[in-house]
Structures are given as C-alpha cells and as structure tokens.
C-alpha cells in the first residue's frame, strides 16, 4: 500500500460515510491521508490536527479540453508580430502549406511528453482539415492518439469550414473519422448574412448525431457582432432534436453583450446542453485592440453568468507557441494562475476549479471526472505547495503519478 500525506482540494473529494468527516481550511483543502494500491485509490483518510502540516498539493491529473497540436511549436518559423487575427490567420495558412507528416509527428509528440510532464492526462486537440495536406496531419495524429492511449488521451476534431459538412467529401471524410471517437469542429465567424448558414449548421449537427459524433465548434472568437453566431446556431437547436454533444469554443464577444443578454443566451444555451470552453490566453493576446494603443476591453466568455445558467463551462490553453500564440506551454498550473487574473477564476472556490477538473472532463466525457474516492484511478499530480499561494504563484515542481506508479520524463524530453 503506498500513501502520502497532503492538502487536497474539498471539492474534489467524494464523500465516504466510512469516514469520519473531512473538514477544509479557508483555502478549501483539505488535509488526510491518501492511500492507493494497484493503480486505485484505496482510502482517504482525514488527518487529525495533531498531524504536521504536509508540504503536498495533490490534484487530479489535469484535461486540457482546446488545443491545437497540429501546429505546435510553429511560431520561431511562421511568427505573427502584430498580435492580430488576421495575421494569425495568413500566418496559419502559410504554415499548413509546408507541413509534412513527419514535422507534425515530431512536434506533436514533443507537445504530448510536455503535457504529461506537466500533469496532463487528456487533450482535445482541433486539426486543420482542409487542403492538400490534411491527411497527413490526420494520419500523424491518429497515430499518436493510439501510441498515447492511457498516458495523454487524445481527442481528435476536424477543424474545417461549416459548409464542408453539406459536401458529398465532407459526409465521407466524417464516416471515416467518427470510428476514431473523432468530433466535427469548425469556425462560425461574421459574416452571419448568407442564407446557407443556418442549414449547413443544420447539415452539420444532423450528420454529427446520424454518426454518433460530438461537435465542437469555433464560435464568436472575435469582437464584433456580439454573440451573433451562437445565435445562429441557438435557433438552429431551437427547431432539432439530437442526442450528439455540443461544445462551443472561445464565445469570446458574447462577454460584450448586456448583462440581460448574457444571461437569456445563457439560458439558452444550458436548455440545450451546449457545453462551453473559455480561452483566455489567445483571446487576451488576438483580441481588444493592437499593438499601438492598451485596450480595457477584452472580449472573454462569461464564464460566471454561464456558469450561474447552468451550463458546463471549461478553460483551456489553446495555442502552443505558434502564430496565434507565442507562449502556450499546455501547463495547467500556468493557465490557473493566469485564469485567476485574467478570469477571475479562484481556484479555492468549486467553480472556480471545475472549468480545470471536473467541468473539462464532463465536457470530455471521460470515464473519470477528477474526483478522489475508493476505487478511482490513482492519477494525480503531487506539488510542492501546502497552499494555493504557493502552487500559482510560481508553478513549483511536481510529481506525476500515472497508475499508481511515479512517471520520469525521458531526458531528451524534459524541460
């Protein structure tokens, strides 16, 4: 039987009528006894104050619910110096042109050795779809997701124009991909004039919920016209009936709208189950101004009034160090820490570490939502920390325990 003593977050602890009562500190953790054995959490003892105060965080091994690992590590070759959108974009563009199985392969697995050592257990992870070498990005990638299984689950979604799902080589590329547990994906960005939209979204949701696909799509990632495509897409819902998950990705603008819109489009959105993965390290960098003037309006999900409706609402980091995004490094502890800033997202509150924990793998739908209890997986990050303070403030060194047993990182690998 293996077992440590530290400071767990209450929250994250199912109740165990066994057990005696676990109190908390004002930080919300709370201090026992883990204990674990073939790969399972086997107890969770609550200490008693006579104990010395432990010096180990434990948290869950964490979900990383939006990146993009086709294009990792890109930004040295494709950068984008003005920080803007468009920019981004044409820089992404040139980029997927000179892209090869191989560099994707090397960079990608490069990316999935840094998540896990940073304490990730499963990404969500958008693919360029589109062009002459989207097979190969696919082929790398669904490799990977299999090479990968049980260390870093992979969860692959086809990032492509919405109309590309009505097309006769959309509805066969989506039959090909949905045997992988793959999600259709794509961008809902203005102009919301054309006629089409509102059916190929339809197209979309129908051929997604005939295959047994989730979707999650790029939705209001911008700053103008305020929440206009989830409007799109709300009406849309407003006259189906499907049983596919739904995740809408950035709703960055619907942050830009009344507090009364907010909360009707909220509620809207949670009478649908449409769950939402707020991202605010691309969001806060692409969006609210250049590189000229400082901007105090930064278009960012309403992760509070979403979260008040009802709706299932998760952070992610998106971008690692490419033309969107020069600095994302998949550390969750990072986006903590700049959630709390940027979000107002605290991490001793329960919903303000669920969009990290819970929140992200019911959005997943992983078999494991991140709590600790007997019979769990024994996968857990352990910190060098006994309070929030210390964990975020300079994300300290950590251990990672993967089926019960303590993972090292390959050198040629490590940070």
Not at 305 to 311: F, H, I
């Amino acid at each position: 039987m293996n077992q440590i003593n530290a400071w767990i977050p209450r929250c994250l602890i199912a109740w165990d009528k066994n057990e005696l009562p676990i109190t908390s500190n004002i930080e919300g953790l709370s201090h026992v006894c883990l204990e674990w054995a073939e790969g399972k959490v086997k107890r969770v003892r609550p200490l008693s104050n006579e104990v010395l105060s432990s010096h180990n965080l434990v948290l869950p091994r964490l979900v990383e619910p939006h990146a993009h690992l086709d294009k990792v590590f890109t930004w040295k070759d494709f950068p984008n110096f003005s920080g803007n959108y468009c920019d981004a974009y044409e820089a992404n563009l040139l980029e997927h042109s000179k892209r090869t199985k191989t560099s994707v392969t090397q960079r990608a697995e490069r990316a999935l050795w840094l998540a896990m050592d940073n304490g990730l257990r499963a990404i969500r992870t958008h693919i360029d779809s589109f062009g002459s070498v989207a097979d190969q990005s696919w082929e790398s990638l669904s490799s990977l997701k299999v090479k990968w299984k049980g260390l870093v689950d992979m969860q692959l979604v086809a990032l492509t124009p919405i109309g590309y799902w009505s097309t006769r080589e959309g509805i066969d590329f989506a039959k090909r991909i949905a045997p992988l547990g793959a999600l259709l994906g794509g961008v809902l960005l203005p102009p919301f004039h054309k006629p089409s939209i509102r059916e190929e979204l339809k197209n979309m949701l129908a051929l997604a919920d005939h295959l047994g696909c989730g979707v999650d799509i790029h939705v209001d990632e911008g700053e103008i016209h305020p929440a206009a495509g989830l409007t799109q897409l709300l009406d849309v819902l407003d006259h189906m009936t499907i049983s596919c998950s739904v995740t809408c990705s950035h709703v960055s603008s619907m942050g830009l709208l009344s507090p009364n819109r907010i909360r009707r489009m909220a509620d809207r959105l949670a009478f649908h189950g449409v769950g939402v993965v707020a991202l605010p390290l691309t969001n806060g960098w692409l969006l609210g101004g250049n590189r000229s003037t400082s901007s105090s309006v930064r278009p960012f999900a309403p992760i509070k009034e979403l979260q008040q409706a009802g709706v299932v609402v998760a952070i992610g980091g998106d971008n690692v160090q490419d033309s969107w995004f020069p600095v994302g490094n998949l550390d969750p502890l990072m986006l903590m820490a700049i959630s709390l800033v940027f979000a107002q997202t605290a991490p001793w509150e329960r919903l303000g570490i669920a969009p990290f924990t819970t929140s992200a793998a019911n959005l997943m739908d992983l078999d494991w939502e991140g709590t600790f209890q007997v019979g769990s997986p024994a996968e857990f990050v352990i910190l060098q920390a006994d309070s929030w303070s210390k964990a975020l403030a300079s994300p300290p060194k950590r251990k990672v325990m993967i089926d019960g047993v303590l993972y090292e990182t390959p050198k040629k690998y490590s940070q």
